[in-house]
Structure formats: C-alpha cells, structure tokens
C-alpha cells in the first residue's frame, strides 16, 4: 500500500543545514497498522507531513498504491490519505462549528450529500447529531480528538496518518480514543501509519513497529519482540527499559546515540 | 503499622515517629466563576515526610490545585480552606503574605509542568538561577553565580559555564526542566512540589530528571510530592500513591502494593492503560460511579472506604 524509499528531508543550509530525515525505506502492507517510535527531533513527524503534502521538499520515493507521489499534490491524490494531529486543542478551527469543520474538506473535494455524510460520521466516532452545531471549545478533550478523526475520515480515505493521537489526552479518554481507532480500522479496511513516543500505545495498536533515532531507522521490530523486549539495537534496549517506568539501576546504563 | 490502616487512613508517612513536614486535613478550594461556584479539593488530607509522595489522578481531578494551595498559589478567584496546613510547625493558613513570600522559593519549591513557560525567555537561564538565590539570601552577585554553576553542576548539565549564559528558547526540553529544578534547588528547600514535571519530556530524559530529584530526597532528606498523570510512572518511582478523582482522595497506598489496589476507580485506571505485554484487544473502559464523589462522607475526611 505504501511504500517509501530512499527517503530523506534536509532544514536549512550552510551551517545550520539539518538532515532531518535520511535513508528513510518503509514498506507498508494495505490493511496494516504500522508504528513509528523514536524520541523528540528523531523525525518521525517529519515523514508523516511530507507523506501528506506539508513538508514539500523532500528527496527520494513514495508510492501510495502503487503510484509515486509528486511534489505538487494533486487535490484527489490528497483524498486518500489524512492525517489525525497530536493537540485537538490546536487543530480545530475555534469559530467554526463541527458542521463548517467536516463539510470543509467534502466542499474541497466536491463531494454531495454533505448532511448525510456528516451525521453518518459522527455516529461512526461516537457523537451523537447534537454534536453538529457545536464549537470545539463545547467539547472535551476526547470528543475534539473523535471530530479530527470524523474529519480525517470523512473522505473515506485508504490511508489514515496519526501523530502521536493521544498523547494530549488522560489515559481513561487514551483507552476510548485507541479502541474506537482499531474499531474503524476493522470496519473501513484502513490502513494506520502512527507516530508515538509511548511503546505501549504504539504496541497496542500496530503489529510491526520501526525505532526511528536521529532521523534514521535504526531497527524494525515485530509485536512480539516489543512484548518480551527481545530486541537487538542497543538503543531499542534502552527506549524499551525506560518504557518500563522508573528504575535507578537500568539508568546508569543509558547511554547518548549520536 | 499494617498494611490495612495504612489504606484507611493516608496520614501514615513512610517514615512513622518521625514529625511530619507538611499536614493537610480537610483541604477546600474553591474557584468563583461566572457560572457558579467550582469545588475543586474537597476534603483532602495527608501527611508528607522526607520521602517520595505521588498524587494521581486525571485532568480535573484536583491533583494539582492541591498542590498549588500548599504554596497559595491559588488563582484570584479561589479560596482555600483547611482545618489544618501545617508546615514544620507552622500554620500556613493563618501565615501573612509576607511569611508566605519566605516561605515560598525558599522552603518550599514548586516545579511547574513546561520549562518553556516557566522560564523568563528574556533573561539567560543563569541569570535566573542566581536571582532566585539573591532572593532568598543575602548573598553578593559573585557567590550568587558561584553557587548557580554549582547548581548547574549538581543537575548534571555538562558544561555550566556555557549553559549559563544560553537563553532558555537556546536550550532542550530536558535542559530546560534541569534548569528550572537547579533554580528550585539552590534555596536548598525542605519540600518540592512538582507538578507533572516530565510529561512534556522523552521517556529516557524523564528517567534522567527523576533521578535528580531521587537524588535530593535520599541525600538531603527533601520531601517531594510529586504530581502526575502517569499512574506507570509514579508507582515505579514514589514511596506512597494518593489517587484523586473529582477533588477527593480516592485511595491512599504504598506504591509498591499499587497492582493490589482496592478502589474500583484505581483498578480502572490500571486497566486502561495499554501494556507493553498486552494484546490487540479493545482496552477496558474507565467507569465511574457518583457514588465514589460521596463516599466516606460519615468517615474522616480523605478516607477511601
């Protein structure tokens, strides 16, 4: 379903050039979930914006079904991938209602009945009709996250992004917000490709999982081998053990990777 | 002690015999607003010793006003009430502003959640850390940027002399949380109330900012209260648990006996949290009962029946 290869991304020039990204290859099977780890400035959220046309810049292949995408999107080459942000707080227009807000994308991409669309959306995310004509700043934090996730999936999208869905939530609101996630992947077929620094968040919803520091892959691990934390990058190791909560001993080993 | 009376009461310390640092009983704090009165501790009551004190519990929950009202740092609107605030003898609640201001920065610190809205952005870190000791005592600009160094020294950042001159939009998240715990440190106080000090940081930073404050309540006998949302977090890294939901202490236990928990509201957060040994299975979802915002209401306040 995708697939990227030869990836990279550079910020800036001269002295203060950045690779942000390089040597990036993933492979992603339709219908996979797929998780990206790594800790703040690995790159991780970089990918995922140039996938959906944020980041324009960037070298190398992606294919999407097969078809390699341009620097320039096309407006329909953008319906099939969305993207769910991290701050629900952040990414949803404060002065529009839930109805301006998901009609918005439907009016892009000229799609009709826009009303049953709409109703039918947020009955999939668990919001009731009452919903449609109220504001972000009416909801909660769990109910902002279920309209991003209602927007992105308002086009019926093959692809959905997530960056790091939930890290802006309380872990009651964590748990409903990832089970309504895997819930909609079952029933639309979809196919994930979610950011997160939290191991067990990205354990629990993806079967394959790439440790990402510095802007590169440094190993690709499978669901099983994040349960036992058999895993053979010294720096998997180490994310892995301070997943594991606080523990003095385990800290005197930690180690910098440059 | 057992173990039972523990869990019934909260006010053991991990260290029994010993006085208390700081005594709380029947904690009120209450916002005015527009829309009517907010009630946001009811009833809370503890005691912290020289040891490592978690309070748990989500947005709302009350944790952190708990804390705030510790320090008065309560926002305008709001006012507190306890039948007790003791602090090493002291009653802060009949404490004048002045006496608060002594007391504040200097005995009791507080480290807020993201060191980029807590840092002055105009004034290099330095500078801060050394204000914050002038402040305090009656030190000369040289001995205050002596100690600073040494500070920045203790919170294990490698080159003092150059972070000190940085601003702090120049330094890391993590750095800057060393910062601001180096700032809070350098009045050598007795308790540290630190609200969510790692949430904004990356797992093995956050380990790494643990350790220091693990540092300071095993050598110089500090009492922390340490505020999260992480309920994996605190019980590998605190003596004691306070669990709050809607303003109350819902349970108190020795972190070590966290998986044990009682309260059917601390079993839920328990559940919901994905597990690194978990499966794709749906997560159980948190339920909460009214009733919980009622209970013990004929018992001593902040007892969890």
Not at chain 1, 92 to 116: A, F, K
Not at chain 2, 141 to 150: D, I, S
Not at chain 2, 286 to 305: N, S, Y
């Given at each position: 379903?995708?697939?990227?290869?030869?990836?990279?991304?550079?910020?800036?020039?001269?002295?203060?050039?950045?690779?942000?990204?390089?040597?990036?290859?993933?492979?992603?099977?339709?219908?996979?979930?797929?998780?990206?780890?790594?800790?703040?400035?690995?790159?991780?959220?970089?990918?995922?914006?140039?996938?959906?046309?944020?980041?324009?810049?960037?070298?190398?292949?992606?294919?999407?079904?097969?078809?390699?995408?341009?620097?320039?999107?096309?407006?329909?080459?953008?319906?099939?991938?969305?993207?769910?942000?991290?701050?629900?707080?952040?990414?949803?227009?404060?002065?529009?209602?839930?109805?301006?807000?998901?009609?918005?994308?439907?009016?892009?991409?000229?799609?009709?009945?826009?009303?049953?669309?709409?109703?039918?959306?947020l009955k999939e995310v668990g919001l009731g009709p009452e919903f449609r004509f109220r504001y972000p700043h009416q909801l909660s934090g769990g109910q902002r996250q279920r309209v991003a996730i209602a927007r992105a999936l308002i086009l019926e999208p093959r692809v959905i992004l997530l960056d790091e869905p939930t890290s802006a939530l309380d872990v009651s609101v964590q748990?409903?917000?990832?089970?309504?996630?895997?819930?909609?992947?079952?029933?639309?077929?979809?196919?994930?490709?979610?950011?997160?620094?939290?191991?067990?968040?990205?354990?629990?919803?993806?079967?394959?999982?790439?440790?990402?520091?510095?802007?590169?892959?440094?190993?690709?691990?499978?669901?099983?081998?994040?349960?036992?934390?058999?895993?053979?990058?010294?720096?998997?190791?180490?994310?892995?053990?301070?997943?594991?909560?606080?523990?003095?001993?385990?800290?005197?080993?930690?180690?910098?990777?440059? | 002690?057992?173990?039972?009376?523990?869990?019934?009461?909260?006010?053991?310390?991990?260290?029994?015999?010993?006085?208390?640092?700081?005594?709380?009983?029947?904690?009120?704090?209450?916002?005015?607003?527009?829309?009517?009165?907010?009630?946001?501790?009811?009833?809370?009551?503890?005691?912290?010793?020289?040891?490592?004190?978690?309070?748990?519990?989500?947005?709302?929950?009350?944790?952190?006003?708990?804390?705030?009202?510790?320090?008065?740092?309560?926002?305008?609107?709001g006012s507190i009430e306890a039948s007790r605030m003791m602090f090493d003898g002291k009653d802060l609640m009949q404490a004048s502003a002045k006496t608060m201001r002594s007391i504040r920065g200097s005995r009791i610190s507080m480290i807020m959640q993201d060191p980029k809205y807590s840092l002055n952005p105009v004034l290099t870190v330095g500078k801060q850390i050394a204000?914050?000791?002038?402040?305090?005592?009656?030190?000369?600009?040289?001995?205050?940027?002596?100690?600073?160094?040494?500070?920045?020294?203790?919170?294990?950042?490698?080159?003092?002399?150059?972070?000190?001159?940085?601003?702090?939009?120049?330094?890391?998240?993590?750095?800057?949380?060393?910062?601001?715990?180096?700032?809070?440190?350098?009045?050598?106080?007795?308790?540290?109330?630190?609200?969510?000090?790692?949430?904004?940081?990356?797992?093995?930073?956050?380990?790494?900012?643990?350790?220091?404050?693990?540092?300071?309540?095993?050598?110089?006998?500090?009492?922390l209260v340490l505020i999260s949302h992480d309920l994996n977090l605190v019980s590998s890294f605190c003596d004691r648990v306070l669990v709050m939901y809607g303003g109350r202490i819902m349970e108190s236990l020795d972190a070590k006996n966290l998986d044990q928990a009682q309260h059917p509201y601390t079993r839920g957060l328990l559940n919901c949290l994905p597990r690194l040994?978990?499966?794709?299975?749906?997560?159980?979802?948190?339920?909460?009962?009214?009733?919980?915002?009622?209970?013990?209401?004929?018992?001593?306040?902040?007892?969890?029946?």
């Open positions: 379903m995708i697939e990227i290869e030869d990836f990279s991304i550079t910020f800036g020039s001269g002295k203060n050039q950045i690779r942000a990204v390089r040597n990036f290859n993933l492979s992603v099977a339709e219908g996979e979930s797929y998780g990206l780890v790594g800790e703040s400035g690995s790159g991780k959220s970089t990918v995922l914006r140039a996938m959906v046309g944020i980041n324009s810049h960037w070298d190398g292949t992606i294919r999407v079904a097969g078809e390699a995408l341009t620097h320039k999107r096309s407006v329909e080459s953008r319906k099939h991938m969305q993207m769910v942000f991290q701050d629900p707080y952040g990414s949803l227009h404060p002065r529009r209602t839930l109805d301006d807000t998901l009609s918005e994308p439907l009016v892009i991409h000229g799609l009709d009945n826009r009303e049953e669309r709409i109703l039918k959306i748990a409903e917000i990832l089970n309504l996630l895997s819930a909609l992947r079952k029933a639309h077929g979809l196919t994930y490709i979610m950011v997160s620094h939290d191991l067990a968040v990205v354990g629990h919803l993806c079967s394959r999982i790439a440790v990402m520091n510095r802007g590169e892959i440094v190993e690709e691990i499978t669901e099983d081998q994040m349960r036992t934390g058999e895993v053979t990058h010294a720096y998997t190791k180490q994310l892995w053990t301070a997943s594991q909560g606080y523990d003095r001993a385990a800290l005197e080993t930690f180690q910098e990777f440059a | 002690m057992t173990m039972n009376k523990m869990k019934m009461t909260g006010f053991e310390t991990s260290s029994p015999g010993e006085a208390p640092l700081i005594s709380v009983r029947d904690l009120h704090v209450r916002f005015a607003t527009p829309k009517g009165q907010v009630h946001a501790v009811r009833g809370v009551g503890f005691d912290l010793g020289k040891e490592r004190l978690g309070i748990v519990g989500e947005s709302g929950s009350g944790k952190s006003q708990t804390g705030r009202a510790l320090l008065r740092l309560t926002a305008g609107n204000e914050s000791c002038r402040r305090h005592e009656n030190v000369s600009r040289a001995e205050a940027k002596r100690r600073a160094l040494a500070m920045l020294e203790t919170v294990r950042i490698r080159e003092p002399e150059k972070v000190y001159s940085l601003y702090p939009h120049q330094v890391s998240g993590g750095m800057g949380q060393r910062i601001m715990i180096a700032m809070m440190l350098i009045t050598n106080p007795q308790v540290m109330i630190a609200d969510e000090p790692t949430s904004a940081l990356d797992v093995t930073v956050q380990m790494q900012v643990l350790s220091l404050l693990d540092d300071m309540v095993r050598e110089r006998g500090m009492g040994d978990g499966n794709h299975d749906d997560l159980p979802v948190l339920r909460r009962d009214p009733a919980w915002l009622t209970e013990g209401d004929d018992v001593p306040e902040g007892g969890a029946a």
